[in-house]
């Protein structure tokens, strides 16, 4: 299995009390959907885990996770990212992408010239931002994931079509 059957669903983000629970932040449009993927894994593969989500917490959703019933152990885990393999995701509307499906594309402005490519999905909370990198730019573009923004992605050809407002080219 590859890196890119493996999709990152969350991270441990510590101890949470000390009988082993963790805080897991979770990537998922619905934060506790994380518990419902069956076991996840880190990302080398060595480990995985069965969660049962424990309470909402600061920052996140307490947890219990099979193996892990110390804090210490708990303590150890902090920055483990989760993953899921590819195939347990639910297929998604055509109007709707994977973060990871996007980073790597191919950015073109309307009349088919290169503009960069997108090297990361953010999201500080009003929305989805592109971060297009280009050779020769010192600063990377970010670009609002809007459909006026961006009026097409085309996953089979790994090109996004970029529509950059004025001042921004």
């Known amino acids: ?55 909402p917490v600061a920052g996140g959703l307490g947890a219990r996770l099979s193996g892990v019933t110390t804090k210490e152990e708990a303590d150890a885990l902090k920055g483990v990212e989760l993953f899921i393999d590819r195939a347990r995701l639910p297929r998604l509307p055509d109007d709707e992408f994977y973060h990871s499906d996007l980073i790597g594309l191919e950015a073109r402005d309307p009349g088919g010239a290169a503009v960069g490519s997108v090297s990361a999905v953010l999201n500080h909370g009003a929305g989805d931002l592109l971060e297009i990198r280009a050779p020769g730019r010192a600063q990377a573009l970010l670009l609002p994931f809007t459909l006026a923004n961006v009026p097409l992605v085309d996953l089979s050809a790994g090109v996004l079509v970029v529509d950059l407002p004025e001042g921004l080219d």
């Open 1 to 55: 299995m590859t890196a890119s059957d493996r999709i990152c669903i969350g991270a441990i983000a510590g101890a949470f009390g000390v009988q082993g629970e963790v805080r897991l932040k979770s990537y998922c449009a619905e934060p506790t959907d994380i518990a419902a993927y069956g076991p996840l894994h880190t990302g080398d593969g060595r480990r995985s885990f069965s969660v049962r989500l424990t309470r």
